[in-house]
DNA sequence: TGAATGGTTGAACGATTGTTCAACTGTTTG
DNA sequence: CAAACAGTTGAACAATCGTTCAACCATTCA
């Protein structure tokens, strides 16, 4: 431990605030618990699964109904539908050949209203 | 428009409920907004930015305060904050040759606590 | 002045992501 | 039954993203 391994593993830092780190160590969050919650934000930042959010805040659409508004294929759509629906955003009933699909909860009207007022907020600036 | 182009351009569908598209249309932030918007959720759907910004909901930290918390490299940190700075999430203050960050204003605690809502309430299921 | 340190930067890399394409399943209908 | 259609699927592709690495800038201090 003495000339060989100096500039290696460690971050090169004469760590300024010991206290300030150890006291916020103790305030985070669980590691999967934050892999989680990246991956919930994940499923909004996509402007094409957001459009089809949107568009299920206000009726419940077939795959055939999604696509013509979004001017975009079938399957493209059935793609982002089978992630919402994987991670429980949407839920469907199918109807013959046709499947509906809506929104699983209300989790999704009240995330997307505060990042949305995040960004018309920003325009101010 | 008689032969060759009929399986050009469209989205092969009859289309279920004219209806109901035309009067969801209506009702569908801009394109531009909605862009804005999955950019907005985009940072928030990184770990590692994830923990940046819990971190410094807690104390103000400079780089190296925080690249030994989370045990990284100050340079992938950097970049972070780069990414944080630019969005106008945190802010700074220069002190001689130390940069100490900060969270920019409240909107970043909401999101994260409607995020992590739905995170803890999946549990359950 | 020059060494040490906090922090930034850009290129390079592998990994992940969204769309397209073509083939496919399943249901309806003539 | 066969054609038509709603929807799904997986491979392939380009684009985007996060980390690493090395070089660099700026400030302090001996």
Redesign the interface.
């Known amino acids: 431990m003495k000339f060989y391994d100096m500039e290696l593993d460690r971050?090169?830092?004469?760590?300024?605030?010991q206290e300030?780190?150890d006291?916020?160590?103790g305030?985070?969050?669980d590691?999967d618990?934050?892999?989680?919650?990246?991956?919930?934000?994940?499923l909004?930042?996509?402007?094409t699964r957001?459009?089809i959010l949107?568009?299920l805040?206000?009726?419940e659409?077939?795959v055939?109904?999604i696509?013509?508004?979004l001017?975009?294929?079938?399957s493209s759509v059935s793609h982002q539908l089978r992630i919402l629906k994987q991670s429980?955003l949407v839920k469907y009933r199918k109807a013959g050949r046709?499947i509906y699909y809506s929104l699983a909860d209300e989790?999704v009207r009240?995330?997307?209203r505060?990042?949305?007022?995040?960004?018309l907020?920003?325009v101010e600036?």
């Not at 971050?11 to 605030?17: K, L, N, P, R, S």
């Open positions: 971050t090169d830092c004469t760590v300024i605030h300030v780190v006291r916020v160590r305030t985070m969050p590691d618990t934050l892999l989680d919650l990246a991956d919930t934000f994940k909004f930042s996509d402007s957001l459009k949107y568009a805040m206000e009726a659409m077939c055939c109904d696509s013509v508004l001017g975009m294929s079938k429980n046709v989790h009240t995330i997307c505060m990042g949305m007022e995040h960004v907020e920003d600036d």
